[in-house]
């Protein structure tokens, strides 16, 4: 199929990306769509997930499987649930179990299982099973509280799923090139963790804000594709200072998720002890994630 540039100003939906280059003469990059087509940019930013095509363009490594895997579902309740505002999460049986709740109906709850099935096994009847998994969810609950049986038992079963968990590891945020020319990254493509704070969208906003601010700081004016050095270089600078400005938070973040994660996760109580007494030693103030301030735009 021939490739064609895309008119100034197009956006294309449902077209999956399949890889980025920069162009020769601009050092802009070229996006190889699905369907064929190339795509010029003046700046990309990565924003496609943990299996993000311009995280690979910049050489990040591969994100990593966590030693756990998570049970997630709705549950809607028709004459409302009258659960507080409030996030739940009960131990036993080595399970955990999360509670959060979406409006006066809806629920979304989580079950957290030490291990985790090979690919092969995910990709097995069994485990695309609804069925089997909210039998596997409830024989891991039947010791938790009656509310909590009741809220899978009614589960919304579309919406049931057996997953793994991802994550990309903190010395690989903190060595990692997250910036080449005017391509960078944002939100799980840059820094996939395990959903054990509860930060990873948080995250995703501050990197938003923080890029905007750089970005409007450096640049002033159209940047043209003509490969003008000043423009290019502008973008360049802001996307460093962007990097540089988000790279010890997310740093903090994602070692902060993983020892928390292998704690929730872990089957031994010595073992959960000696992590606690880790988290508390490395991070002092186990919240005090919930208190950064990413500034203004």
């Keep these: 199929m021939l490739a064609e540039d895309l008119p100034h100003g197009t956006i294309r939906f449902g077209c999956q990306l399949l890889s980025v280059e920069l162009d020769h003469f601009t050092n802009f990059p070229t996006l190889l769509l699905s369907d064929g087509r190339k795509l010029k940019a003046k700046i990309l930013i990565g924003c496609d997930g943990a299996s993000s095509v311009v995280a690979e363009f910049l050489k990040i490594k591969p994100k990593k499987v966590f030693p756990a895997c998570a049970v997630r579902a709705l549950t809607y309740y028709p004459n409302s649930h009258g659960f507080a505002p409030e996030f739940v999460r009960t131990h036993g049986n080595n399970a955990v179990c999360g509670r959060s709740i979406i409006n006066e109906n809806l629920v979304f709850w989580f079950i957290l299982l030490p291990g985790y099935p090979q690919d092969s096994e995910l990709e097995s009847d069994i485990f695309k099973n609804p069925e089997r998994i909210k039998q ?54 840059m820094h996939v963790m395990g959903p054990f704070l509860g930060q990873g969208g948080s995250a995703a906003m501050e990197d938003a804000i923080a890029l905007a601010r750089c970005l409007a700081h450096k640049i002033h004016g159209e940047i043209g594709l003509e490969g003008k050095e000043g423009p290019r270089k502008e973008v360049e600078e802001a996307m460093e200072l962007y990097v540089k400005e988000r ?6 973040l994602s070692a902060q998720a993983y020892v928390t994660g292998l704690m929730l996760g872990s089957a031994s109580m010595i073992r959960k002890l000696l992590l606690l007494a880790l988290i508390i030693v490395l991070f002092q103030d186990p919240l005090h994630h919930t208190r950064y301030d990413c500034g203004r735009l």
């Design 136 to 189: 596997m969810a409830l024989e891991k609950t039947s010791s938790f509280p009656k509310e909590t049986i009741e809220m899978i038992k009614d589960c919304d079963m579309t919406s049931l799923s057996l997953t793994h968990l991802w994550y990309r590891p903190a010395w690989e945020i903190l060595l990692g090139t997250f910036r080449k020319g005017t391509v960078t990254v944002a939100g799980d493509s």
């Design 247 to 252: 790279r010890m938070r997310l740093v903090r």
